[in-house]
């Protein structure tokens, strides 16, 4: 089984500060963060952050999956509006608000049941 390496305690700490900025709506109950880095076209890694206590390593092939998702949606709303900040895209039944960054892109996965 192919997964996703784990990250550092203090990147994870961090990613979750820099996500807690972007809430949507009113959505309290997020359920969980799937938080999928890219560089250069080619998948870093992935963890999923809906057990803070215990943050997990995704499957590489389902990472994948969501990041090339979103790396065209951000790229193709960046190309309508320079300045948006975030693109919204289903996966597997939740909802993903999709943050583009300098080098990665960060989903966050949120209740999509509410």
């Known amino acids: ?21 972007y809430s949507v709506g009113s959505t309290p ?3 969980g963060t799937l938080t999928v880095f890219e560089s250069g076209g080619q998948l870093v ?4 952050l809906g057990d803070q206590e215990n943050p997990k390593a ?4 389902d990472a994948q999956k969501v990041m090339e998702v979103a790396h065209l949606l951000v790229q193709t709303a ?7 900040k975030y693109v919204k895209v289903s996966y597997k039944d939740r909802e993903l608000l999709v943050i ?4 990665y892109i960060v989903a966050a996965v949120i209740d999509s049941t509410e």
């Open 29 to 31: 109950n997020r359920i």
């Open 100 to 103: 583009p960054g300098e080098q």
């Open 58 to 61: 995704v499957l590489k092939d």
């Open 45 to 48: 890694g992935a963890i999923d």
């Open 1 to 21: 089984m192919d997964t996703a390496p784990r990250l550092p305690d203090s990147t994870v700490a961090m990613l979750v500060e820099s996500l807690t900025a």
């Open 78 to 84: 960046i190309g309508f509006d320079d300045v948006m």
